[in-house]
Antibody
Framework: VQLLESGGGLVQPGGSLRLSCAAS????????MSWVRQAPGKGLEWVSG????????YYADSVKGRFTISRDNPRNTLYLQMNGLRAEDTAVYYC?????????????WGQGTLVTVSS | EIVLTQSPGTLSLSPGERATLSCRAS???????FAWYQQTPGQAPRLLIY???SRATGIPDRFSGSVSGTEFTLTISRLEPEDFAVYYC?????FGPGTKVDIK
């Protein structure tokens, strides 16, 4: 299993970024996927998740209305569109794969992509 | 909203010793939706335990999980050098603040 995130970088407050996660080594379309973030020196925070089909999307209250998760199963890719970025969104964003028995246990993770929101 | 409290914040032990980490939920929760993760510096987290007591694939049997009421426990029977890390509990989509296990 390999999960490779991209799209992070430096953005000004109020700006937008789109993160991508390219998946390989497993049948992407059969697993729920999530984004989990970690602010510098802090703990883990689940951000958003999507069902295996893409029909169900879920968000933490802290990002609801600003972030949009989606997936392209034929392309084996997960996305996170982030709008209205704030300083408190600064973090490493991990793409994480749910396990078969429960979508919110994450047994495979990417290496993370850093998002920095600053003027 | 459920709040998870992990204790202690830091646990200083020597290799070969037993580590006992606690995670307490602010209200009754289902053990079916409870997990533990390990994170070493600069690395992504690794799933250790799910369903409160089931080891994830490839996790050594020195790691075990248990539950009593609203208190969940992760036990590492004998610490190996690679076990010194930060450990997070998770209930559904909420993570605890973490316990750091460092070398005494």
């Amino acid at each position: 299993v390999q999960l490779l995130e991209s799209g992070g970088g430096l953005v000004q407050p109020g700006g937008s970024l789109r993160l991508s996660c390219a998946a390989s080594g497993f049948t992407f379309s059969t697993y729920a996927m999530s984004w989990v973030r970690q602010a510098p020196g802090k703990g883990l925070e689940w951000v958003s998740g999507v069902s295996h089909s893409g029909g169900g999307t879920y968000y933490a209250d802290s990002v609801k209305g600003r972030f949009t998760i989606s997936r392209d199963n034929p392309r084996n890719t997960l996305y996170l569109q982030m709008n209205g970025l704030r300083a408190e969104d600064t973090a490493v964003y991990y793409c994480a794969k749910g396990i078969a028995v429960f979508p919110w246990y994450f047994d495979d993770w990417g290496q993370g992509t850093l998002v920095t929101v600053s003027s | 909203e459920i709040v998870l409290t992990q204790s202690p914040g830091t646990l200083s032990l020597s290799p070969g010793e037993r580590a006992t980490l606690s995670c307490r939920a602010s209200q009754s929760v289902s053990s079916s939706y409870f997990a533990w993760y390990q994170q070493t510096p600069g690395q992504a987290p690794r799933l250790l335990i799910y369903g409160a007591s089931s080891r994830a694939t490839g996790i050594p049997d020195r790691f075990s999980g248990s539950v009593s009421g609203t208190e969940f426990t992760l036990t590492i029977s004998r610490l190996e050098p690679e076990d010194f890390a930060v450990y997070y509990c998770q209930q559904y989509r909420t993570f605890g603040p973490g316990t750091k296990v460092d070398i005494k």
